[in-house]
Nanobody
Framework: QVQLVESGGGLVQAGGSLRVSCADS????????MGWFRQAPGKEREFVAA????????TYADSVKDRFIISRDNAKNTVFLRLNSVKPEDTAVYYC?????????????????????????WGQGTQVTVSS
């Protein structure tokens, strides 16, 4: 069973940095591709970043590329998202999600591209607010 709990959200000024974390209480964390998504008020949930099960590869949405960094520590069952040079438009609830690694490379690729229905488990979210 995978249970994801996000933390680290809060208020940050534009141009600042923040790190959000997502901890999994299960025992199979290293078997999952982990993703971060976000949802701003009145908008649909959107993909932010994903990281492979071993941490060897990462993908990012164009809107956050070169500003955000996703990483994971499999020994601590935790995935991180470092938000740098934040902008007011980064304000959203940030969710982490887990996609069980498939034997089919195409399925893994879709998860790495941030297709939401490829993710099996979702956290409750943590609010990030960027003030201008």
């Amino acid at each position: 069973q995978v249970q994801l709990v996000e933390s680290g959200g809060g208020l940050v000024q534009a141009g600042g940095s923040l790190r959000v974390s997502c901890a999994d209480s299960g025992r199979t964390f290293s078997s999952y591709i982990m993703g971060w998504f976000r949802q701003a008020p009145g908008k649909e949930r959107e993909f932010v970043a994903a990281i492979g099960a071993s941490g060897d590869r990462a993908t990012y949405a164009d809107s956050v590329k070169d500003r955000f960094i996703i990483s994971r520590d499999n020994a601590k069952n935790t995935v991180f998202l470092r938000l740098n040079s934040v902008k007011p438009e980064d304000t959203a609830v940030y969710y982490c999600a887990a996609a069980l690694t498939s034997i089919t490379a195409a399925q893994n690729l879709l998860a790495m591209r941030g297709i939401p229905d490829k993710y099996d488990y979702w956290g409750q979210g943590t609010q990030v607010t960027v003030s201008s």
